[in-house]
């Protein structure tokens, strides 16, 4: 009987020491990671101290980074150990870097590498990561310097063509937020939007209709307490909706509202339904009526009625275009 109990404690003890032994090896691989960003971060900042002014990056749009020879360099990388690129600027955005990791972290799949693009805080960015031909199409909040990307990007072999990989990032767009204090936060979009508008309007100089899947978009407006709306119409329809049918959305690109929607074309209503609008997505229906049974008369009336259950006094509010 003592001879079984011996046993089961030293069972027990071994399965403890294993367990020890995988935790321990866990540890010591997050303290190795921590220190080699550590490094990365030491590393970036004293080249920014002795580096020259650097050119005006508010047109940069797109960074790229070669590793020529990289299948040497990619063996001898460790699974979840990563390469950093140098420091650098796009869009007016500073002190941002590339980490890659050849062979992947620790939960990536096996062959598949891993990617994250690291910013400072209070900038949102829609942007493109690409290695290789593979790439993926992003955007994120950083609300302090950090990284974000993807632990399985891609199949790594796959993109080396004659032992050189590139990677690339591309910044699409850009919102900076900054607190001021007593309530006051400067918001800054960054000059894409204001180019795109222009480059429509040279664009479109010569078009006199509306075609499928375009749309007119009525001037920014405010109503039952919510700021900066506009409605998009389109009097063809969307690409894939039913012929003969309009579309109709609505926008709010100043925040996060939830807000009981009326929408009307003519004399045909939709709702009032609960809508949650999030940022710039629009909300709204693709086929919203047959637009031919709407134009009856000389003018067509679009109109919107909105009740924001936060509005004080919880009245509709209506508004026709």
Avoid at 203 to 215: F, H, K
């Amino acid at each position: 009987m003592q001879d079984i109990q011996v046993k089961v404690l030293q069972q027990e003890l071994a399965d403890q020491s294993e367990r020890h032994g995988k935790e321990l090896k866990r540890l010591n691989d997050e303290v190795r990671l921590l220190q080699e960003r550590l490094k990365a971060v030491l590393d970036r900042r004293s080249k920014q101290a002795v580096q020259p002014p650097s050119i005006d990056s508010t047109f940069v749009r797109r960074v790229e980074w070669r590793l020529p020879n990289c299948k040497q360099d990619v063996r001898t990388v460790e699974r979840g150990q990563s390469m950093w690129s140098g420091p650098f600027s796009a869009s007016g955005i500073a002190e941002m870097q590339l980490e890659f990791f050849p062979q992947g972290r620790e939960n990536s799949q096996s062959g598949f590498c891993a990617l994250f693009l690291w910013a400072p805080g209070n900038v949102r960015l829609k942007y493109r990561l690409q290695v290789g031909n593979h790439s993926t199409w992003d955007e994120d909040f950083f609300d302090r310097w950090m990284g974000h990307g993807h632990s399985n990007f891609c199949n790594l072999e796959a993109q080396i063509e004659k032992d050189s990989l590139v990677i690339r990032v591309e910044i699409l767009e850009v919102t900076v937020t900054e607190d001021l204090g007593d309530g006051l936060r400067l918001i800054n979009q960054g000059i894409s939007q204001p180019l795109k508008l222009e480059a429509a309007v040279i664009r479109n100089r010569d078009l006199d209709t509306v075609s499928r899947g375009q749309y007119v978009c009525s001037p920014s407006f405010s109503i039952a307490a919510v700021r900066n709306m506009h409605i998009e119409f389109y009097p063809n329809g969307l690409e894939g909706s039913k012929n003969g049918y309009c579309g109709l959305y609505v926008r709010s690109p100043g925040g996060k509202y939830t807000l009981n929607l009326t929408l009307s074309v003519g004399s045909a209503t939709r709702g009032p339904s609960r809508t949650e609008l999030d940022g710039n997505s629009a909300k709204g229906l693709p086929e919203f009526c047959r637009i031919n049974e709407q134009l009856e008369e000389e003018d067509l009336v679009i109109g919107i009625k909105v009740q924001n259950p936060l509005d004080r006094d919880d009245e509709e509010r209506s508004l026709a275009l």
